[in-house]
């Protein structure tokens, strides 16, 4: 049987890259296996609804080059997928669990759950709704049948919760971690349903999941204590469990505790994959997008946090992750964010890619400076110092000098290469370049040099000079390209200005 597997975000958000490696996963192992990929957006508790944030989580997996199969906004034969237009579905389930002995009503009020709660703290003891205590609250099995007939007729609120059998041992099978096992009674009675007519999580996944033929449940380790659970959920049905992975968590840089939201934006890189602004709080939290990652390198980066192909490639396209993915290479321990690497991927991919491809970045980049840009000469300029990007963004601090000619000149530069009768020697090179038309790089390379050997002049101080005169401080590609690029016009108008300004 082909696997169908699952992304079940709730919108309470921003995808955090934890949920989006989690989402990755899942896509390698459906195309691995010729299965089948769904994306199912999980809004029972309305209470946590964000606007926005289904649409981010749509626009953030097109970014990143993620497809689904079925789901919301796709179709699918067993739509729909968005919980809240399922609702009507799940009250059977509950009632089917009651009736089977498997649940029950709960009436208790707030209130008197609190005053639980308290008594029980007092005596350094946490309450737990449980085998232990449900005899002694307002439910199904302590009141009288026909007391809770009316109550449920009268409209009183009420809960269903999972009866556990005491003192059970649940085995859960996980993929990654093996067999793991749970004693029931250290498992409160947890609430599957509400009289608002919303199920919880756990009742919803797990006839959503049933419904929908989920052949694994591939997702973050946070739901390994609720999987119990969800395994005694489907023993109650009477239906196959699905296989579950439980993946390792995202640690923080220095392996202290899991990768929160805060994080990011406080380290200095952004643990989402596009920007967000918070229609509630009005802040903004950074998106690798838009601080200049390109997708593969993020897709690469996240891959590698928790499983390895088995060998020490670190370089991986989609397709190669696909060949190579494999549940049983994820790791059990948790992986360490680190933002060299994937400053680290972000330069590797940048290197891959073709002016071509960049163009659109740097356009964009350009015009938002006010500058009108000719492709081809961005795509050379692009040639020249694309090794020296480890962010889209760096374009502007590399290359700002072949588009605007520098008024200042770096005084640090200036003080160590431009010396007295600097000026006059500039002049005669670049006299000499005005002779090379077309600009021939080799033959305009030998004539300076002679020039300089001829004369006796110092070398380094000559070429820094001219370059200061260029680009305004010392730095920059290999000269002799670097002027084919900018053109010996214009280094002509930028040795007249630097001479100018520095010798006036
Ligand atoms: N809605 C859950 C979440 O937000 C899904 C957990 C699961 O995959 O079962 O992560």
Redesign the pocket.
């Known amino acids: 049987m082909n696997p169908r597997v ?5 919108p ?1 958000g921003p995808l955090h890259i934890g ?1 989006v490696r ?1 989402a990755l996963y899942n896509y390698l192992f459906a195309k691995k296996n010729n299965g089948t990929l769904l994306l ?1 957006i ?1 809004d029972t508790d309305q209470t946590r609804f964000v606007p926005g944030a289904e649409e981010y989580i749509v626009e953030a997996f097109k970014w990143l080059g993620i497809e689904f199969d079925e789901g919301v906004g796709i179709g699918g034969e067993y739509g729909p997928y968005k919980q809240s237009e399922r609702k009507a579905m799940y009250k059977p389930y509950a009632e089917q669990l009651v009736n089977d002995g498997w649940a029950y009503y709960a009436f208790d009020t707030p209130e008197a759950l609190d005053a639980k709660r308290k008594e029980a703290e007092a005596n350094k003891k946490t309450f737990q709704y449980d085998a232990t205590t449900r005899m002694d609250m307002v439910n199904s099995l302590t009141l009288p049948a026909d007391e809770v007939t009316r109550r449920l007729e009268s409209g009183e609120p009420y809960v269903v919760r999972f009866k556990y059998p005491a003192n059970l041992d649940i085995h859960v099978f996980d993929l990654v971690r093996g067999e793991v096992v749970i004693n029931s009674n250290l498992l409160d009675d947890k609430v599957l349903y509400k009289s608002d007519g919303m199920p919880t ?1 756990h009742l919803a ?1 797990i006839v959503d ?1 049933h419904t929908m033929k989920i052949t694994h ?4 380790e ?2 390994l204590p ?1 999987a119990p659970l ?1 395994v005694m959920l489907y023993k109650a049905f009477g239906w196959e469990a699905p296989q579950f992975a439980h993946l390792p968590l995202l640690l923080k840089p220095d392996g202290n505790g899991k990768l929160s939201k805060r994080d990011g934006d406080r380290l200095g890189f952004p643990v989402f994959p596009l920007q967000w602004h918070d229609p509630k709080s009005g802040e903004t939290s950074s998106g690798y997008r838009e601080s200049g990652y390109l997708p593969e390198a993020v897709i690469n980066m996240l891959a590698l946090l928790g499983w390895n192909p088995g060998n020490d490639q670190e370089m991986m396209s989609m397709d190669e992750l696909i060949q190579y993915f494999s549940i049983d290479k994820i790791s059990k321990a948790g992986a360490k964010f680190s933002l060299d690497k994937a400053k680290w991927f972000n330069h590797e991919y940048i290197q891959l890619k073709s002016a071509d491809d960049m163009y659109p970045y740097f356009e964009k980049i350009l015009k938002e400076k006010g500058i009108e840009c000719n492709k081809n000469y961005v795509n050379s300029v692009y040639e020249l110092i694309k090794d020296r990007l480890n962010f889209i963004g760096d374009f502007w601090e590399q290359a700002n000098y072949f588009f605007v000619a520098p008024t200042e000149y770096d005084p640090q530069a200036l003080k160590k290469r431009w010396k007295e009768g600097t000026g006059d020697k500039l002049r005669v090179i670049d006299s000499m370049l005005q002779e090379f038309k077309p600009y021939d790089k080799e033959k305009a390379h030998d004539a300076v040099m002679k020039y300089i050997q001829d004369n006796e002049l110092n070398m380094g101080q000559v070429l820094n000079s001219l370059r200061i005169a260029i680009v305004g401080t010392a730095r920059g590609p290999e000269l002799f390209t670097m002027i084919n690029v900018i053109g010996v016009e214009e280094v002509h108008k930028r040795v007249e200005r630097a001479i100018a300004t520095v010798e006036a």
């Open positions: 699952r992304f079940a975000p709730s309470t949920g989690t199912r999980e999580y996944n999941d449940v591939i997702r973050g946070e739901w609720s969800h």
